[in-house]
């Protein structure tokens, strides 16, 4: 199993970016699909979750947001980030969540 996420980068208060996590080795579709992120000196947390059923949850911190998505013919999870804040910046990480598959992390920096 390998999952793969991109599309981090810099961007300013206020803006958006998408992140994306390509999963090779299993189906999207079948799994629960998570959203993690830690920022330098904390630990990490979840901040989306998307279900088998398309159920969603998020963090108290990023509802409003941020909002999940999966593109099952794509085995791509998404999560798109509006309204970026400073305290949003951590390396953010997708997960098949109650396993240990984890992909690496794609760095997020929001700053003016």
């Known amino acids: 199993v390998q999952l793969q996420a991109f599309g981090g980068g810099l961007v300013q208060p206020g803006g958006s970016l998408r992140l994306s996590c390509a999963a090779s080795?299993?189906?999207?579709?079948?799994?629960?699909m998570g959203w993690y992120r830690q920022a330098p000196g904390q630990q990490r947390e979840l901040v989306a979750s998307?279900?088998?059923?398309?159920?969603?949850t998020y963090d108290d911190s990023v509802k409003g947001r941020f909002t999940i998505s999966r593109d099952n013919a794509k085995n791509t999870v998404y999560l798109q980030m509006n309204n970026l804040k400073p305290e949003d910046t951590a390396v953010y990480y997708c997960?098949?969540?109650?396993?240990?598959?984890w992909g690496k992390g794609t760095l997020v920096t929001v700053s003016s």
């Open positions: 997960k098949v969540l109650g396993t240990d598959y």
């Open positions: 080795g299993l189906l999207i579709s079948f799994n629960n």
């Open positions: 998307m279900y088998v059923g398309g159920r969603t």
